[in-house]
């Protein structure tokens, strides 16, 4: 975790601090070493939040916005708690997500949040940025869209179908670069009938959408991203 509360308050890790673990309330320890990024860590070190996962690429996604949209606790009515990722200031939820995670938990999570963006971690198995890539075909230039079978690409068959947004994150990579001139993340688009919409969206403009409140969307070619001629990689 990044925030802890130190006398009731919000506040990042400082070497030799104790906090408080805003779900559990037990007594949280400031990491403050030179291999991972400072953090707050239970006693026992794992977290009271079993939904709770963070690596480098979390840390790294949270430092897009502001710190007091980071690790928002959520209680439900029947008082089970939760800590968002990031609650954007219209009120959606981004959920980072990287491990593999069971169908029975995204459905809770949906349930738990309500309005949320998954945002996944596409690198974690090395096949299936090549199987993404292989399914992966243009259905329209404006606004410009992509399909792929999701029976071909474990990636999709995994995510394709979810009621609400999902963003694959599949790095850096020079194709995406050559084709679009940035760094693009693929938006999955909610499709009741399974359908794989996806739609490239470079990650300065995503993130930009996500501060001003901007609803996902398809773009059109003026908005971004294509700012060369669009081609397969
Ligand atoms: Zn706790």
Do not use: N
């Amino acid at each position: 975790m990044e925030i802890a509360l130190v006398d009731g308050r919000r506040s990042a890790p400082q070497p030799r601090l104790t906090g408080h673990c805003p779900v559990c309330g037990s007594i949280v320890i400031a990491k403050c070493g030179t291999q991972r990024t400072w953090h707050w860590s239970h006693k026992g070190e794992r977290s009271c939040d079993p939904w709770w996962e963070e690596t480098e690429w979390h840390v790294s996604w949270k430092s897009c916005f502001p710190q007091d949209w980071r690790e928002i606790i959520h209680t439900a009515l029947d008082g089970e708690k939760h800590i968002a990722d990031v609650k954007l200031a219209d009120g959606r939820v981004l959920e980072f997500q990287h491990s593999a995670i069971s169908e029975e938990e995204r459905q809770s999570r949906e349930a738990f949040y309500g309005s949320m963006i998954w945002i996944v971690d596409g690198r974690r198995r090395k096949r299936d940025i090549q199987t993404f890539q292989t399914t992966l075909h243009q259905t329209s230039r404006d606004p410009l869209v992509y399909s792929g079978y999701k029976e071909d690409c474990a990636l999709l068959r995994d995510w394709v179908g979810r009621p609400v947004h999902v963003v694959f994150d599949l790095g850096d990579r020079k194709e995406d670069v050559a084709a679009f001139g940035a760094t693009v993340l693929w938006q999955l688009h909610p499709d009741p009938q399974g359908q794989v919409i996806l739609t490239p969206i470079p990650k300065k403009v995503l993130i930009d959408m996500l501060h001003k409140g901007t609803a996902l969307r398809h773009l059109r070619r003026t908005q971004a991203p294509a700012p060369r001629p669009i081609r397969r990689f």
